[in-house]
């Protein structure tokens, strides 16, 4: 009895001291280990996200390819006799052209069989021979059993649709950046997380079913957009739901799984050579995300700003009780969200005055505010140029960050390790981010990071001036 009025005593004069969002956060436990398992879980979920949006590099993998010659095969010649009569050299002797072969008759061919064929007049190249574009195409499937590539015969004059198939991903990515940052604030954080995760995984498995290369882009670029719609819903709420003096630690413990997953995709890729496996296999982890219907509370700094108190309060009770802390009483803690809501000026009045209702009834007049909800970042004076340097900084690292990510088999023997290596550094960039943030602040630190970048990428374009052809050391960088 003497420690519920101690508890009770404490909790009214902690109401006293609560005139801020962040007073309240820290009463209900933001601070406690509690909360930050709880950050780490919801966190967690961008290990799926590299899964999906950089596995191109194995999924869509092109190995060797020459001319497929029919009588050839169907007389079941090896690899190297097909190669060796009916596929001319490219561009270097150590190459073989992949969409084009000798103007021969492969039906006598077959019929003399091979060493009949090396001595005939007919198959001779000691004069100018014609060459003619092949229909279909054979794959060296050593490496690959097989790709989107293999699969849809996606090379030669039907190479604009592979360059499809890869940039639908950051087509989905810049729609969904767009579209999911105005769905947050008009329902929610939660509920497009939840849409966003469902359609992720669903979309994720049916890409693995897909009977077309068109079925697979669509998918692809569904899969695309709801990982922007899971990336940023969660960053936000875990934001909203830490304490301010811990934002910095837990947006850099947010971004760790994303390095985790990078390092994970090659070693699942390894072990998984079929892309519709793969593609599975890469979508099974998504599956983690059914726990966000549980672990997933609403933004309560959202449902302060949308007015609804009620719902506020239920996540600040859900967290103490998570935390085993008191909270003052209901009446107290509504009263206490009214007047921070009236103070901040993010509350919408509920009591708004009946022709602006009717306004908002009319459908155009609903469009017009969406419009100029939607570009608010660009039309507010103050915020105009700092948004237009933000996209600069994003384009710009996006462009470095996935030409590096993306580019292994142009850059590495081995697409494995290089992309495992890729995933590997990041691990201390994001841990050397955290102290630098602390200490120097963001913009200090996003400068810094910057110029070091450019003067790498600087470096490597003069070695590959100076020495064109030669080994050029390859400098990796990240903002």
């Known amino acids: ?224 957009f709801m990982a922007s719609g899971i990336y940023l819903g969660c960053f936000v709420l875990v934001m909203e739901l830490c304490s301010s003096r811990h934002r910095s630690t837990v947006s850099v413990m947010f971004v760790v799984p994303w390095a985790l997953g990078y390092m994970v995709l090659p070693g699942i890729a390894y072990l998984v050579r079929t892309w519709y496996w793969l593609q599975v296999a890469l979508t099974v982890p998504a599956l983690y995300t059914i726990s966000y219907f549980w672990l997933l509370p609403e933004s309560p700094r959202w449902l302060l700003a949308k007015g609804r108190y009620a719902d506020t309060l239920g996540v600040f009770k859900w967290l103490a009780k998570i935390n085993g802390k008191t909270l003052p009483s209901d009446e107290v803690l509504l009263q206490t969200l009214k007047n921070i809501a009236t103070s901040d000026g993010s509350s919408k009045d509920n009591d708004e005055p009946k022709a602006d209702e009717e306004a908002k009834k009319k459908l155009a007049t609903r469009v017009s505010i969406a419009v100029r909800q939607f570009f608010a970042l660009l039309t507010t004076a103050g915020l105009r140029g700092r948004t237009v340097v933000v996209f600069f900084c994003w384009f710009a690292s996006s462009l470095i960050y996935y030409g590096v990510a993306l580019n292994a088999t142009n850059l590495s023997a081995d697409p494995y390790l290089y992309m495992f290596l890729g995933g590997l550094l990041e691990v201390p960039s994001y841990v050397l981010l955290w102290p630098a943030i602390i200490y120097l602040g963001r913009k200090k630190s996003l400068v810094s990071l910057y110029l070091v970048c450019a003067v790498s990428i600087f470096a490597v374009m003069s070695v590959l001036v100076v020495t064109p052809g030669g080994m050029v050391g390859m400098f990796s960088c990240g903002v």
């Open 1 to 224: 009895m003497g420690e519920d009025k101690t508890q009770a005593k404490k909790g009214g004069e902690d109401a006293v001291a609560i005139t801020t969002y962040d007073d309240l956060n820290d009463l209900a436990g933001a601070q406690d280990i509690r909360t930050l398992l709880i950050l780490a879980l919801i966190s967690f979920g961008t290990f799926i996200n590299p899964l999906q949006t950089i596995n191109y590099q194995f999924l869509g993998a092109t190995p060797d390819y020459w001319c497929h010659v029919a009588p050839l095969v169907e007389a079941n010649w090896t690899q190297e006799q097909i190669l060796s009569l009916a596929i001319p050299n490219g561009n270097s002797s150590s190459q073989l052209s992949s969409c084009v072969m000798y103007d021969f008759n492969y039906t006598l061919a077959a019929e003399l069989g091979f060493e009949g064929a090396a001595l005939s007049p007919d198959f001779s190249l000691e004069e100018e021979v014609g060459r003619v574009k092949c229909s279909s195409r054979d794959f060296d499937r050593n490496q690959y059993e097989s790709t989107v590539v293999t699969e849809w015969d996606l090379v030669c004059e039907r190479r604009v649709l592979y360059s499809t198939t890869q940039a639908v991903s950051q087509v989905g990515t810049l729609l969904g950046s767009l579209v999911v940052g105005y769905l947050y604030d008009v329902i929610g954080r939660r509920p497009v997380v939840l849409l966003s995760s469902t359609l992720f995984t669903l979309t994720g498995f049916l890409a693995a079913l897909s009977p077309t290369v068109e079925f697979y882009i669509i998918m692809k670029t569904i899969i695309a």
